[in-house]
């Protein structure tokens, strides 16, 4: 199963509302979840079952999505939030998006 | 707090051999699936192989399956990757991860990896 996320790269300010989207080669129902990378940092689960927030994540952060389209939303951007979002298909044989970086 | 480490990196020939390891601490090791996840430079992230808990099951993805074989001790909460007929498109930055809950297939947890460079 492939992952495209759109768009590649993204500029955005502080404040900003932030959509990133996913799209499945097939449906897969909502075994979607959402990583945040920083450099230098291990990376962070935000979300999985597509729009579940993991433990411990800022509301800011949603998810929405079943099927093949899926899409991670930050309502209202954060310095901290400066990152690389990376979806994630969730079967036995799991794939990555290739990455989105918010500058 | 939940911990893993890896070890085992460094520079290999092309088709040579090379053994990670991942020593985990904090939590039940053994009631858990483990991933193996690698970056290459400048690329996304890739999911290389996970094994289930106990030991069982194993999956690798097609781009290393009969190469690397994965493996855990769970006397001494370590994970393994035994990478063998390495290329020089294995090199990356690998990294170990816990399996999520309730949802197994996510990672929660991450190390902060080891690099290995296949070159000659």
């Known amino acids: 199963i492939q992952l495209t996320q759109s768009p590649s790269s993204l500029s955005a300010s502080v404040g900003d509302r932030v959509i990133i989207s996913c799209r499945a080669s097939q449906g897969i129902n909502n075994h979607l979840a959402w990583y945040q990378l920083k450099p230098g940092k291990v990376p962070t689960l935000l979300i999985y079952g597509a729009s579940t927030l993991q433990s411990g994540v800022p509301s800011r952060f949603s998810g929405s999505g079943s099927g093949t389209d899926f899409t991670l939303t930050i309502s209202s951007l954060q310095p901290e939030d400066f990152a690389t979002y990376y979806c994630q298909q969730l079967n036995n044989y799991p794939s990555f998006g290739q990455g989105t970086k918010l500058e | 707090e939940l911990q893993l480490v890896e070890s085992g990196g460094g520079l290999v020939q092309p088709g040579g051999s090379l053994r990670l390891s991942c020593a985990a601490s904090?939590?039940?090791?053994?009631?858990?699936?483990m991933n193996w996840v690698r970056q290459a430079p400048g690329k996304g992230l890739e999911w290389v192989s996970r094994i289930s808990g106990n030991g069982g099951k194993t999956y690798y993805a097609d781009s290393v399956k009969g190469r690397f074989t994965i493996s855990r001790d769970n006397s001494k909460n370590t994970l393994f990757l035994q990478m063998n007929s390495l290329r020089a498109e294995d090199t990356a930055l690998y990294s170990c991860?816990?399996?999520?809950?309730?949802?197994?297939?996510?990672?929660?947890?991450w190390g902060q990896g080891t690099a290995v460079t296949v070159s000659s």
């Open positions: 991860a816990k399996a999520g809950y309730p949802w197994e297939l996510t990672m929660d947890v």
């Open positions: 904090g939590f039940t090791f053994n009631t858990y699936a």
